[in-house]
């Protein structure tokens, strides 16, 4: 300011000068040392004139600069800020790298605003602006490249993530049709275990021991071992119960076993946990009955007949009544029938 007040100054003086000489001139004609210094005070002017008008034009330069770098940086800050936000909206599973990058965007912008704001209160200083614009020119070129590359990275995350997205589809299909088959299966293998389990219900039914001629004896030991009968319920020691066994082509020979159930005149069940008495759980029943005694034998199709006996304790004899026995095989009753005693 104080170049263009001495510049201003100089040049009024430098004009009243001229003045007076044009006056001089009127009444004389000019010497050519007059025309020497009127030359020579023409240049001063004309020199302090563009001077001026250089260094005029210099600092509009620079602010002409620091608006284009205003424009430049918004525009791109803008532009990066708005991809973000369409990427964050359309692609979730992105939001953590999104938001990393917003926040080297905000930094960098915030930087290039602050030299943009410092050039401008130092925009007198010329060399200080100067090296203001450089800087500046510098982090506008790195946030063009930042911008560039997310842009790119953007992409190449949209693009992995479609791809991503793809082979998720193919593999929950691929793990839906897996189940899918696995229920098929399991629902077959359940039918499977069903027919199964019918078909081995039939077997198992038509392969039941079945008996008839169920013939009781009430019988006393004697001395020598030997068993004679008796018609006095008091009297007797045992109770021997033989039958017939049916013929049956589907039972395999093998292990087997008929259970003894014994009813006394009073309804009850002779039972004697020490003498083999038990629970036999009937087929298809959610149900316990108690037995008197069962045997175990090996089946063949040449056996044709079996006995099985109840033996009375000096503390529980026999009752004179009716009695019922029941014959078991497989859970279930395949004979019965009722004896009288005296």
Known sequence: MNDEHTASSS????????????VEITTKKPSSKTKLIGLLLFLSLL????????????LQEKELDLKRAQTVSDSLYHELKNTLAIYKQEHEDLYVQIVRKESVLESQYAKIKRLIAQAKRDKVAQKTIRGKLQNLQLELNNLQNYVDNQTLDLEE??????????????????YTQELETKRRLQTEDSLLQSENQLLQQKINTAS?????GIQTQL?????????KKVLLAKNAEVLDVCFDLIPNEICE???NRFFLRIINPKGTVLFDSNRGSAKLR????????????????????????MCLQW??????????????IEIYNKGRLVGQSSFSSK
């Open 47 to 58: 020199f302090v004139g563009g001077s001026y008008f250089l260094s005029k034009n210099k």
């Open 253 to 255: 020979a093998g292990t």
């Open 208 to 212: 039941v021991l079945r008996v008839q």
């Open 157 to 174: 995350l949209r693009v992995e993530n479609k791809r991503l997205k793809k082979e998720k589809a193919i593999l929950d299909a691929l």
């Open 282 to 305: 009937l087929f298809q029943e959610d149900v316990e009955i108690a037995y008197s005694s069962s045997k175990i034998f090996d089946y063949n199709k040449a056996l044709r007949q």
């Open 219 to 227: 019988m006393r030991i004697k001395g020598n071992g030997e068993q």
């Open 311 to 324: 033996y009375a304790y000096p503390n529980s004899y026999f009752l004179a009544g009716t009695y019922r």
């Open 11 to 22: 040049e009024n003086e430098d004009s009243t000068a001229i003045n007076d000489e044009q």
